[in-house]
């Protein structure tokens, strides 16, 4: 099970990667951009359908800006520039990298210690664990926060209010969607 979360990470992580374009390119239209998307979908049903828990330390309410725009990125009314595209690709890279080396960490730390407290260990035995494990997830949202004020600083005014325009409407059909099962 390992393993396999470890490969998927990796792949996830080499999609994400191989997506971006070389500096002076846009890669993130067409079939390319598509196939990303579906990919980072996929992966995020397997995780949520697996259990898995967020990495950040505030699971709500903190738009992922990076995932947003990959979205939009070919939105007319978003009219992003070849220039903005390319601080906004790596803004994403560098935040994914980020993210990605604290994952795993997260993860094991977590399984660690929901093993060792349903094995009937003490609970003073595992502060320090769960204080690493706070501390991983602080980063990993300290990451989170550098990318929303990167991405705001490369956004026009106009581009921001599209952009939370969208989040609104997510949240309304997300809420919407949890409230009619």
Not at 23 to 38: F, K, T, Y
Not at 58 to 63: A, C, Q
Request: charged share 30%; proline share 4%; glycine share 4%.
């Amino acid at each position: 099970m390992k393993k396999r979360l470890i490969t998927l990470m990796a792949a996830t992580a080499i999609a994400a990667g191989s997506a971006w374009a070389q500096p002076g390119q846009s890669g993130m239209h067409g079939p390319q951009h598509m196939a990303m998307q579906e990919k980072q979908q996929k992966h995020q049903k397997k995780m949520k359908k697996r259990g898995m828990r967020s990495v950040f330390l505030i699971r709500h309410g903190l738009p992922h800006y990076s995932m947003i725009l990959m979205k939009m990125w070919d939105n007319k009314k978003l009219a992003l520039t070849p220039e903005q595209k390319m601080k906004l690709e790596a803004i994403r890279r560098e935040t994914m990298k980020q993210v990605m080396e604290i994952a795993p960490k997260v993860k094991e730390l977590r399984k660690k210690i929901v093993q060792a407290a349903k094995s009937g260990a003490k609970p003073e035995t595992l502060y320090a664990d769960v204080d690493k494990l706070a501390s991983l997830k602080a980063q990993a949202t300290k990451v989170q926060l550098a990318c929303m004020a990167k991405t705001r600083a490369v956004l026009t005014p106009e581009q921001m209010k599209l952009i939370e325009k969208h989040v609104k409407h997510m949240r309304k059909k997300h809420h919407k969607k949890k409230h009619d099962k």
